[in-house]
């Protein structure tokens, strides 16, 4: 089974992320946090373990609830959203789902992944499992599981952080660099391989979904 990140990598919300996080640094009063003219300053941010990335500007326990108020604000505004799974990567996915399936682990909330995954996909093609920010543990706790009761092999992220937790759950590291971190981050956090567009993660998913072709049995362990 191969794992998924959501935004940035099968989604792209950037505007949506930058305008949240505009909102969220207005309302939260939060001057010293970098004032980003737009989606291409993502990777200003989005830098090293997401947790403590704002911290170069804010204490830790601030960027704790300004990252939890921006994810309650990017799920408001992802009814406006006019697309789903970028189109590049559908037919993949639905490769993946009649084949060794897919999971998505992200730090977005549950109802808003789905919602935008269904915008595109059928219900045969959606993801074996979803797990989110609304589920217990930490990304890295998700993916080990993921790996011991599925047979997970790879995550597919698109920060320095999500690399990182690959590396701690023993999975193999997989980065685009199409989403919200710099190439340099994703380089200094080391992936087994770097893709540069959708098209290329699709080409990567098809070869992967090629060399499969049932899905196994969650462990019972």
Avoid: N
Avoid at 20 to 29: G, L, N, P, T
Avoid at 49 to 68: Q, Y
């Amino acid at each position: 089974m191969l794992v998924f990140d959501f935004d940035g990598v099968l989604h792209d919300s950037r505007a949506r992320a930058w305008r949240c996080y505009q909102d969220a640094r207005k309302e939260m009063e939060l001057w010293a946090l970098p004032d980003l003219a737009g989606p291409c300053d993502l990777p200003v941010i989005y830098q090293g373990v997401l947790s403590a990335s704002l911290t170069r500007w804010i204490d830790f326990e601030i960027a704790e609830r300004f990252w939890k108020r921006h994810a309650e604000l990017t799920a408001q505004a992802a009814a406006d959203e006019p697309h789903g799974v970028i189109p590049e990567l559908t037919h993949s996915l639905v490769g993946l789902a009649a084949g060794p399936g897919y999971a998505v682990v992200t730090g977005s909330h549950h109802t808003t992944v789905r919602t935008l995954l269904a915008r595109t996909l059928t219900p045969e093609a959606m993801p074996r499992i979803l797990l989110s920010r609304d589920e217990p543990g930490s990304k890295t706790d998700k993916l080990r599981d993921l790996r011991t009761r599925w047979g997970a092999s790879a995550y597919v992220g698109d920060t320095g952080s999500d690399v990182r937790h690959a590396h701690a759950a023993g999975l193999t590291a997989i980065a685009v660099a199409y989403g919200y971190a710099s190439r340099e981050d994703l380089t200094r956090a080391e992936p087994a391989r770097l893709l540069d567009t959708p098209a290329d993660l699709a080409a990567w998913c098809r070869i992967q979904a090629a060399g499969h072709t049932t899905a196994p049995e969650p462990s019972t362990t």
